[in-house]
Nanobody, 115 residues
Framework: QVQLVESGGGLVQPGGSLRLSCAAS????????MSWYRQAPGKERELVAT???????DYGDSVKGRFTISRDNTKNTVYLQMNSLEPEDTAVYYC?????????WGQGTQVTVSS
């Protein structure tokens, strides 16, 4: 079965950096568009970044210029480099894989930005 396993979350001070990883298994990774979403308490899940199989990217307005999504198809892994973190970035971050009507989610990893 398909599994997406996120890692790399934690507690970081404002202005700091984190790199999230999402390791995929059970699917043809290179054939899937990969995205990161996040959900803060009391808020709806929102798109953070997406990376298509053609390597085009798109970012949420609030993270443009600070976050970078990338993928390594040899490791079946997608990454999210997060710089200049702000308290408003505190959320559970989810990995998503999508191909046509098929979509899969990871279990999420908590990111907390606080001094």
């Amino acid at each position: 079965q398909v599994q997406l396993v996120e890692s790399g979350g934690g507690l970081v001070q404002p202005g700091g950096s984190l790199r999230l990883s999402c390791a995929a298994s059970g699917l043809t990774f290179s054939a899937y568009g990969m995205s990161w979403y996040r959900q803060a308490p009391g808020k709806e899940r929102e798109l953070v970044a997406t990376l298509t199989i053609a390597r085009s990217t798109d970012y949420g307005d609030s993270v443009k210029g600070r976050f970078t999504i990338s993928r390594d198809n040899t490791k079946n892994t997608v990454y999210l480099q997060m710089n200049s973190l702000e308290p408003e970035d505190t959320a559970v971050y989810y990995c998503n894989a999508r191909r046509s009507s098929r979509t899969f989610w990871g279990q999420g990893t908590q990111v907390t930005v606080s001094s």
